[in-house]
C-alpha cells in the first residue's frame, strides 16, 4: 500500500492535506448557507473586495491580514446593510461591493509612487505552501466558525428560510444574516491566506450544490457537503501528485467531477434518471392506448 | 374572563401613507371574528402590526391587560402566501417545529413534549403523512396547511390567519374550516381577515369592519347594515331586489396596495334584512 | 438512497445520529464518521512512517534550488561539478503566474540551500518556499547588502551587482558545502572576471549611441540599475509602479507621451512574450517604434545563461537606439 502514503511522506504535503481538509470543512459547511441564499461569487467576489484593506495596511505598515479581514468585515456589513430594504437582491448587493470595493483599492495603490508589492496576490496563498502557523490559524479559526455556525443553528435556519417568522419569534433578522456574513467573510480571508482564491470559490459552492441534490434536510446537506470536500481534497492531493499537476486545481476538479456525477445520477434530481424514468412512463401510456 | 386582546387607537404607517387610523376594539378570550374590507383597508397591516412586523405610530395593543412583550409569542401568524424560499432543505416536520422555538428555546434540543405537540398540530391539519416530505415539493394547499400547523405548535394566545380562504383549494377550504371549529371548542382567540362577507356572516360570532378607520365592530348583524357596507365598500356595493350585492373590485381597479397580494375576483352576495335600505 | 422508507437503525450511535438528523442523514453522518476515521488513521501510519521533510524521492548528494532561472544560472557557474542548482520556476516561465506542482515543492522540501534574489520580488514563492521547504534549511538572499534591493528590486540588470550575487552565492555554499570552499572561491573568481568583460562589453556598445539618445521607455520599472551604471535615461513608464493591480490614470499615459516627445526617445521596449498593448498605442501615440524583446525575468531557449540574456537586452536596446 506504498502508494498511499507515499505522497504523504513530505511535510509540505501532510500539510497540504490538513489545510485543504479544514478549508474544505469550513467552506463547505459555510457554503451551504452561500449556496441557499444564492451568493455563490461571493468567494471570489471578497478575494477581490479586501484589496483596499490590504493596500491601507501596507500604507500603514501594519499586517496585511489584518487589513484584508476589516475589509471584508466591512464588505460583509455593507452588504447586510443594503439588503434591508429589501429593494435589492443578494448578487446584486454583492456585485456592487465588490467593484466599488476593488476601485477603491486599485486607487489607492495607484496613489503608491514606488515600487509597490503586487498587493493582491501577497495575500493569495497556495496549498501546497502551507506553513504550520498557517495551519493552526486555520484549524482554530475553522473550529470556532463552525461552534458558531451550531450554536446559531436554528437562528441561521429560521432567518434564511422565513425571516417574517423570524421576526415574529423575536429574532433580530438584520443583525443574525449581518453576523452570518461576517463569519462567511472571516472564513474566506483566512481560507485564501490558506490555499488562494480558485480552491475557496470552489469549495464554497461546489460541495454544497452536490449535496443539495442529494438530500433533503439542511443538516444532512451540511454532513455530506463537508465530506464531499474531505474527499476531494484527499483525492485531488492524490491525483495531483501522481500526474505532477497543481494541486489547488486538482481539488476543484475532482470536487467539480462529484458534482457532475451527482447532477447526472442523482435518485431523484438527477438529469439521467429523471429522463428514463419520464421516457418509460411515456412508453407506458401509449402502449394501452 | 376578562377581554383577551385590546387595541386602543392603534394607529399605523406603511409604505408612507397612514395605513390603520385610530383603531380602537376589544376582543373577548376565545372569540372568533372576522376582519372585513376593501382591498387596502389595511386588514394585513393591522394584522402585521399586531404581531410586531409594523411598528405602531400610535396607540397601544394590550393582550390581558399587558403589552405583548411581556409574553412569549403570544401571537401567532399566517400569512397569505408565505414569502419564505421553497427550495431550502427542510421537511415538513422542520417547518412546523420552528413554531416551538422563540426566546429561550433557541439551543435546547426539542423536547419530547415539543415533539408531542408537533405531531398533535400536524395531526389536525391532515398532514402528519407529509411530515418527512421537503416543503417545496408539496402543493399550495397542503403547504398553507403546514403553515398552519407551524402557528397551531406556538401554542399561541391569538391566531390570525390572513385571508385563509382566498385562492386555496377546496381540501385546504374544509380544513381550516374543521380547524376553526376545533379552536372554537379549545377558546382559542382566532381572527380571521377574509373578502367572503357571506362565511364571515354566517360563520362567525364577531366581525370587525375596517376600511382604514374602524367602521364598525360587533355581531354580524350589527356590523353588515347598509350604510356600514356603504362606508365601507363605497362604490363596489350595489342593492338588488332587497339583497346587497359587493362586488369587489381589486383586480380591476387599484392594485394591491398596502403589501397585500390578496387579489380575489369576484362577487359576494349578503342577504341584509329585507326593508333596511336606506336608500 | 430511498429516503421515503423508513429503515430501523440498530445502535446505540446510529440512533443518536438520527435522532440528530432524521432517517436520510444517518447514512451520510455514519460515513463522514467512517471517512474521517480513515482518515484520521492514514495520517498517524504516515505520520509514523516518515518524518517531516525526508521523502523517496531524496537524491544523494546536496541540491540546492533557485527561485528564478538566472540565478539558478548564476549559482550554478559558482557551484561548478560540486553542486547541482536547479530553479524552481522553470526557463521561459514568468514568475508572477508560475503555478507550482507538488514535484515543484518537492525539490523546495528536498533541499539542502535556497537562493532566493530579493525578499518579497514574488510574494507567492516566498510563501511557497516558506512552507514547503524545512525550516532549518539556509535561505539566502543573492541581493542582500545590494543598495536600494528594497525599493527596486531589479538588481541584477546590472552585472557589477551580480558581482555581489557571487560573494553571497558563495558565501551560502560555503553554508552547506564547507569543503568545496576552495571550488567556489575559484569558480567564483573566474565567473566574476567573466562579468567584468560584459561589463565593459556594454559600456563599449553603449558608447556607439549619441548621447542625447539615450532614453529609455519601458512598461515597468525594472531597468533602473541598467540606466544608472551604463548612462542611460529612464523618461519614464507605461506602469507607475510593478503592482500588478494599478492600471495607468489617463493623465499618466498623456505625460509620458509629452515626455517622450520633448526628450525625443527614439523607442519604447517591452519584454519578450508582452502582451504589449497599452506600449504599441503609446508608441504609435508618441511616433516612436515599439521595441520587443527584452529578457527581464527569466532565461529561455534562446538566451540559456545570464551572461546571454544581458548580452540580448544590450544589444535590442543599444541597436534601437543606435
Known sequence: MDWLTEPFAYGFMQRALGASVIVGVVCAVVGCYVVLRAMAFLGDALAHAILPGVALAYLAGIDLLIGALVAAVVVAVGVSFILRSGAIREDTAIGIFFAAALALGVLLISTVDTYAVDLTHVLFGNVLGVSPSDLWLSGGLGLGLLLAVALLYRQLLVVSFDPVLGRTLGLRTHAIRTALFVMTAVAIVVSLRTVGVALVAAMLVTPPATAYLLTRRLPAMMALSAAIGVVSAVAGLYVSYYLDVASGSAVVLVATGIFLLAFLFAPRRGLVLRSFVFRRKNRRLLTTR | MSDLLELRDVTVSYGGRVALESVSLTVPHGAQVAIVGPNGAGKSTLFKAMVGLIPLADGQMLIHGKPPAEYRQPVAYVPQREEVDWRFPVTVFDVVAMGRYGRGRWLKPLRAEDREIIRRSLDRLGVSDLAQRPIGELSGGQQQRVFLARALAQEPHIILLDEPFTGVDLGTKEAVLELLADLRNQSVTVLVSTHDLDLAASRFDQVVLLNRRLIAAGSPEEVFTQSHLQAAFGGQMVVVDGKVLVVDQCCGGHGPVGGTDSCQCGSCQLETEAGESEH | ?322
Not at chain 3, 145 to 153: N, Q, S, W
Request: proline share 6%; with cysteine.
Open chain 3, 1 to 322: 438512497m430511498k429516503l421515503s422508507v423508513k429503515r430501523p437503525v440498530r445502535g446505540w450511535l446510529g440512533r443518536r445520529a438520527q435522532r440528530l438528523a432524521g432517517r436520510g442523514a444517518t447514512t451520510v453522518l455514519l460515513a463522514v464518521l467512517g471517512l474521517s476515521s480513515l482518515l484520521g488513521l492514514g495520517l498517524v501510519v504516515t505520520g509514523c512512517g516518515g518524518s517531516s521533510g525526508e521523502g523517496p524521492r531524496e537524491k544523494a548528494g546536496l541540491s540546492v534550488v533557485a527561485d528564478l532561472s538566472f540565478l539558478a544560472d548564476i549559482a550554478q557557474n559558482v557551484a561548478g561539478d560540486r553542486l547541482k542548482v536547479t530553479s524552481l520556476v522553470p526557463e521561459g516561465a514568468d514568475p508572477h503566474s508560475f503555478q507550482a506542482t507538488p514535484s515543484d515543492a518537492e525539490r523546495l522540501a528536498s533541499a539542502d540551500l535556497i537562493l532566493i534574489n530579493v525578499a518579497g520580488l514574488v510574494p507567492s514563492l516566498d510563501e511557497l518556499i516558506r512552507g514547503a521547504a524545512k525550516p532549518e534549511v539556509p535561505v539566502v538572499e543573492a541581493a542582500a547588502g545590494v543598495p536600494g534591493a528594497r525599493e527596486d528590486p531589479h538588481v541584477w540588470l546590472d552585472p557589477v551587482n551580480v558581482l555581489a550575487y557571487v560573494d553571497n552565492i558563495v558565501a551560502g555554499l560555503k553554508q552547506v558545502d564547507p569543503e568545496g570552499a576552495e571550488v567556489f572561491a575559484a569558480n567564483a573568481e573566474e565567473y566574476k572576471g567573466r562579468l567584468r568583460e560584459l561589463d565593459a562589453w556594454i559600456v563599449s556598445q553603449v558608447e556607439t549611441v549619441p548621447p542625447e539618445r539615450r532614453l529609455l521607455v519601458t512598461e515597468h520599472e525594472s531597468l533602473g540599475y541598467f540606466a544608472r551604471r551604463y548612462g542611460f535615461t529612464v523618461v519614464g513608464t507605461i506602469f507607475p509602479s510593478v503592482s500588478g493591480e494599478s492600471a495607468p490614470s489617463a493623465r499618466h499615459l498623456a505625460e509620458l507621451v509629452a515626455a517622450i516627445k520633448s526628450s525625443r526617445a527614439p523607442a519604447v521596449f517591452v519584454e519578450a512574450g508582452s502582451n504589449g498593448e497599452l506600449a504599441a498605442r503609446v508608441a504609435e501615440e508618441a511616433g516612436v517604434k515599439l521595441v520587443s524583446g527584452l529578457r527581464l525575468h527569466s532565461l529561455d531557449h534562446e538566451v540559456p545563461t545570464y551572461l546571454d540574456m544581458m548580452r540580448v537586452n544590450a544589444e535590442t536596446i543599444v541597436n534601437a537606439l543606435r
